[in-house]
């Protein structure tokens, strides 16, 4: 008798296609959200908001001999102002360019609220860049009492500081937001020639610093003309090799050949700017065209960046001291690839881009407690984190 031959079973087709098609509508999903109804488009994701209050977080550098030691909010070693004793007699005129932006109507004619509150003050948005500029001369007046403050700025601007601790200079010319750092430049020739005019009729003469309104000085600056006594002026620099160079800080010397020096070396910026970045970022163009101008007469000076020392070159005629930005223009830690903490011997804190409520929480803290080497430890705590400004 013959041995019945096995059913074969059929395999239904249509749940093997799904699963084979499960991974393919998967992965085109991931492509193409789907909208809850068609043509309906789904809403951008939001940024996470940032803080309105300031963030603690460790403090870096803990346990090395050569930086701030902190212990909550209290130094364990001093950092910051020079006694009078070592105080180096140089005169020293703070000099940056400062205007105002009123706030933009909204569709409905009114002005939208963009009021921010630090401490016990509230701050509309020209407010908050009034405070941060009165806390830049602040700061001087704690760190270099008999230096001053020339603010330049756009005739049209219409803010006044207090009598006595700035003086305003204005200069003509295109302050625009998109147009600032190219006016920069403009506005800082402006004023060097203007001071070679000046020079025979006055008596002695002052150096210059160059420097962005967000800054603290936090200690004595007239030691870079008193060690490096050759030099015409000196740049600060950081070991990042797309900007090197940060443009928020310029020392000038103040005898006629430096300041003729200084003239020609920012001539020569303004050139490469015009040239070859005017479709950079509005912060940027200016960085770039410093760097430029370095890198053409100097190249070796790239190859000395990674070691944060000190070093003087010569640019096109210029002897250009060169001064590493972890002591002359530190950043707090957020982005800036500075996570090694802070060094003892650091004389500017720069407070760029979401800082800038940290400066204003800084000085608070120093104002209630006179103690800067505390204060420097809040700064450190509080860097890493971006804030609503």
Not at 145 to 165: A, H, M
Not at 172 to 199: C, D, T
């Amino acid at each position: 008798m013959a041995t019945p031959r096995p059913r074969i079973r059929a395999v239904p087709l249509r749940p093997l296609l799904v699963f084979l098609l499960v991974p393919l509508i998967y992965s085109v999903s991931r492509l193409h959200p789907l909208s809850p109804e068609k043509g309906v488009c789904l809403p951008p994701p939001t940024a996470p908001k940032r803080p309105d209050h300031l963030v603690l977080g460790p403090a870096a550098g803990q346990g090395r001999h050569d930086r701030l030691q902190c212990h909550g909010l209290t130094a364990l070693n001093n950092i910051g102002i020079s006694s009078d004793g070592n105080y180096s007699g140089e005169h020293i005129s703070f000099v940056t360019v400062f205007t105002t932006y009123g706030s933009i109507p909204d569709g409905d004619g009114k002005v939208p609220s963009d009021t921010v509150t630090v401490g016990n003050h509230s701050y509309s948005k020209i407010e908050r860049s009034m405070a941060i500029l009165n806390t830049f001369t602040n700061f001087i007046k704690v760190s270099m009492p008999r230096s001053n403050v020339i603010i330049l700025t756009d005739p049209d601007s219409k803010f006044s500081v207090n009598q006595g601790s700035a003086t305003l200079l204005p200069i003509e010319g295109n302050y625009s937001r998109g147009n600032l750092m190219l006016q920069r430049i403009k506005s800082y020739i402006a004023f060097l020639e203007q001071k070679l005019v000046e020079f025979d009729r006055v008596e002695g003469f002052n150096h210059f610093v160059l420097t962005d309104s967000d800054i603290a000085v936090v200690d004595d600056l007239g030691h870079i003309f008193k060690k490096y006594p050759h030099c015409h002026l000196a740049l600060t620099f950081r070991n990042n090799k797309g900007q090197p160079l940060n443009s928020g800080f310029v020392a000038i010397r103040g005898t006629r050949d430096g300041i003729t020096k200084a003239v020609e070396f920012f001539k020569q910026v303004l050139e490469a700017y015009s040239l070859k970045y005017m479709k950079a970022s509005r912060m940027l163009g200016d960085q770039l065209a410093l760097a430029w101008v370095v890198k053409s007469h100097l190249p070796s000076a790239l190859r000395k960046f990674p070691k944060h020392e000190a070093f003087t070159g010569e640019v096109n005629g210029a002897s250009v001291l060169f001064l590493p930005c972890g002591v002359y223009n530190w950043t707090p830690p957020e982005g800036a690839g500075q996570f090694h903490g802070m060094p003892l011997d650091v004389k500017v804190v720069h407070f760029k881009g979401s800082r800038k409520r940290l400066m204003l929480e800084a000085w608070n803290f120093y104002n209630s407690t006179s103690k800067l080497s505390d204060m420097m430890c809040l700064i450190l705590r509080s860097g890493r984190t971006k804030y609503d400004f």
